[in-house]
């Protein structure tokens, strides 16, 4: 491709996003396909030859972009799914230009020092402490499975060479836990029944007591407590729970505090929501997913290290083809001494490339304005005879159903197929939850588009889908 050819192939993908952006709100969110009609739309032989790009951007905005899911449209509250930010489609462009594997500094250099400055930025927002190491992975998944790898090494660190053996720790975690915790329990060979579930209040919080009476029935039971992981901001509900107290236990019995800050964590940004973080600073491990509350493109989570002795101590691994030949100090940083990948994108480009462009002030009006439109709508919830509202709103997330006056059929039943019939308009889209075993309609609102004209838009869009349902009978 030559320069000339470059330029003109950019100048059509430039043109094709904003094109993208100039009809996302018009278009439903849903589209009205099957698998079996895409693929008979994109299906085609291996091709043995090549194409010229400009039919091939014409295809993506013909066929790909419409019959997408439009995660960036304002009334999509599925989920916690960012809507991504036209700066972060430059940083994913630019990154690929480079294409570094950023494993270690002699292998990336600005890259590294770019990540470990993102990361170091990271730490300000939250009020983490300086010396802190982390580094970015793939997501909030990941970063878990890190965190819990790092907690598990400190308290069995034989587990590395010889396995877990007899030994068995718990890890407690609330009742509101996203199930990657338990996931990353059973990876790391402490199993997902060593994963106990903290009853939580009338607020979706852990509570606090439950937690030490578990503590103290394992202790008695022969067991190993050996890390706590607490929600800032759980999945289904956005309950924060009291790190302070969660952290005042941990301390008390040796435990690790593992912090699962990947849907809330970015709340720090906005004044409204710095209380919840007081104690944040207490925290051995933090996860986070920039690429839900900082708006960035998918793929971007970060975990972060009170001690990062701790975290080598989990990941280090000597190999002669990754020896550090004639580098030192800061020369010889590898981020496989901090993380389970080897292999790493520029993931840090995103993050550097938008704190730059829109700064934290911007970024956190952005997010007091999701906190804000999320509490509107739960207050025209509460004043609505026909919804209910069915947990606080602390963050941004909000849960509900639809209850008509005299309704005495199967609730659970109904609203299942009102959130269908929801989706299927198009014109809103909520996902679910299930809260204390009850079928939750659940809205996140994670989009800098959003006003509180399109929570009212919701509002009717879910009354009419309920009107549709009740009068199929």
Not at 33 to 51: F, I, K, M, V, Y
Not at 112 to 117: A, K
Not at 260 to 270: N, S
Not at 451 to 471: P, Q, T, W
Request: hydrophobic letters at 45%; proline letters at 6%.
């Amino acid at each position: 491709m030559t320069e000339e050819q470059l330029r003109a192939a950019c100048a059509l993908a430039a043109e094709a996003m904003a094109e993208y952006y100039r009809l996302l709100p018009g278009r439903p969110i849903m589209p009205a396909t099957t698998s079996r009609a895409l693929r008979d739309l994109l299906e085609e032989p291996l091709p043995r030859e090549g194409s010229e790009l400009a039919p091939l951007i014409d295809a993506i905005r013909r066929d790909i972009f419409p019959n997408s899911r439009q995660n960036a449209h304002p009334r999509f509250f599925g989920y916690v799914q960012s809507p991504g930010t036209p700066a972060g489609v430059i940083g994913e462009m630019l990154a690929a230009v480079l294409n570094a594997n950023v494993t270690c500094w002699r292998s990336a250099p600005a890259p590294t020092e770019v990540e470990r400055i993102a990361v170091n930025w990271i730490k300000q927002i939250l009020g983490y402490p300086p010396a802190a190491e982390g580094l970015f992975v793939s997501g909030g998944s990941m970063a878990n499975f890190a965190g819990l790898a790092a907690a598990r090494t400190v308290k069995a660190p034989e587990a590395l060479q010889h396995g877990m053996g007899g030994q068995r720790l718990r890890v407690y975690v609330s009742e509101e836990a996203h199930f990657s915790v338990s996931k990353a329990a059973a990876l790391i060979g402490i199993g997902r029944e060593n994963v106990r579930r903290v009853a939580t209040g009338a607020d979706f919080r852990m509570d606090v007591a439950a937690l030490e009476r578990a503590i103290g029935e394992d202790l008695r039971a022969g067991h190993t407590p050996c890390c706590v992981v607490a929600n800032a901001g759980a999945v289904s509900t956005g309950a924060f729970d009291p790190l302070g107290a969660i952290a005042a236990v941990a301390r008390r019995h040796g435990l690790w505090l593992h912090v699962d800050g990947a849907y809330g964590g970015f709340a720090a940004l906005a004044p409204e929501a710095r209380p919840f973080f007081d104690a944040i600073a207490e925290a051995d491990s933090v996860a986070l997913d920039p690429h839900k509350w900082l708006y960035l493109p998918m793929g971007c989570g970060c975990v972060l290290y009170r001690d990062p002795a701790a975290a080598r101590a989990a990941f280090s691994h000597f190999a002669e083809y990754t020896r550090p030949v004639g580098w030192r100090d800061d020369e010889a940083f590898a981020f496989w001494d901090y993380g389970p990948e080897l292999s790493r994108p520029f993931r840090a480009l995103n993050v550097w490339l938008l704190l730059k462009y829109a700064g934290t002030r911007a970024l956190g009006e952005a997010v007091s304005r999701n906190i804000a439109c999320a509490r509107y709508v739960g207050r025209l919830i509460e004043a609505s005879p026909d919804l209910e509202l069915m947990a606080p709103v602390e963050l941004s997330i909000f849960c509900f159903r639809v209850a008509p006056p005299g309704f005495t059929g199967d609730l659970d039943a109904l609203n299942e197929r009102i959130l269908v019939e929801l989706q299927r308009q198009g014109s809103s889209y909520l996902s679910n939850a299930s809260l204390r075993g009850r079928f939750a309609l659940r809205g996140c609102v994670l989009n800098y588009r959003t006003s509180e004209a399109e929570m009212e838009r919701l509002v009717e869009d879910v009354r009419r889908a309920a009107r549709a349902v009740l009068a199929e009978g």
